[in-house]
């Protein structure tokens, strides 16, 4: 089992970093869990693995605005130095299906803060060309994991919204989440840019 990624200062600021972590666990496992399954079930080894970025390429992210959140946090509170330079000038005036603009030197930049999307499509097989869409391509090589979490992850995410706890289960039948989200392309991520340089003159004031 992995570790959760914790921030403990920052999670006792903003309860809702704390619930989005939380998920992101709950994620993680059902994932591995489903991975070893269809590992062993295929006999062969997920074709995904590190410096693989084809999935970060021309694709269409699905984002809750929480996971939106989390990326603005990561990115603006965590990051520093050169990556979150390079990030900036990356986030300036994005707005087109590409590459993905968290996408720095070929690796994802805010990976502990990935949305759902990206944790969960994985290959067989052999790992993606260029430009290929496996669900066209081969779609049996093709898997979304950790599916079978998804109720738990309501109740992480739903009463974030404001929602009572006694609702939460009629919401995610009916679709609450999905409903409410966004693809990243569209968002106007530029204005992460803005909270960065906030973020770096405030440390810069503290460590005075």
Known sequence: MGERVRYP?????HPWLERLLNAYQLCDEAVRADLAEQTTRRGVAIACGPGCRNCCID????VSEFEVLGLWWYASEILEGPVQEELKQRLLGYGEVGECAFLVDGRCCVYPLRPFVCRQ???FSTPCAPGENVF???LNDAFCAGQSCARDLAWQLIPLYGVA???VDWLYESGYVSRKGKHLHTL???NIVMHMKTATHLRKARNA
């Open 9 to 13: 200062d920052h999670e006792a600021r």
């Open 121 to 123: 499509y994985y290959v």
């Open 188 to 190: 106007p991520l530029d």
């Open 136 to 138: 066209d391509t081969r």
């Open 59 to 62: 694709q269409v992210i699905p």
């Open 165 to 167: 706890e006694e609702n």
